[in-house]
């Protein structure tokens, strides 16, 4: 992981968005937000830099609302 303080910044809004979508998915019982929400969490620990965390995030979060677009 990258010290960067930007990168670091970054890295906590996006878990924090993460956290939430996971929250709300497991409140209203929905698969697609659960596992976005903790793929969220999870990817910016493992991103080496910023353009490819906001690559991963974005494509993670594009898929969890089209999966939870189509009724999955």
Do not use: E
């Not at 979060?61 to 089209?66: D, M, P, T």
């Amino acid at each position: 992981m990258n010290f960067d303080p930007l990168n670091l910044l970054l890295g906590f809004a996006i878990s924090t968005v993460g956290y939430a979508l996971f929250r709300w998915g497991k409140k209203q019982a929905k698969v697609p937000h659960l596992v976005g929400g903790v793929l969220l969490m999870v990817t910016p620990y493992v991103c080496p830099n910023i353009p490819t965390m906001l690559a991963v995030c974005g494509a993670i979060g594009a898929l969890a609302y089209l999966v939870a677009r189509a009724g999955g």
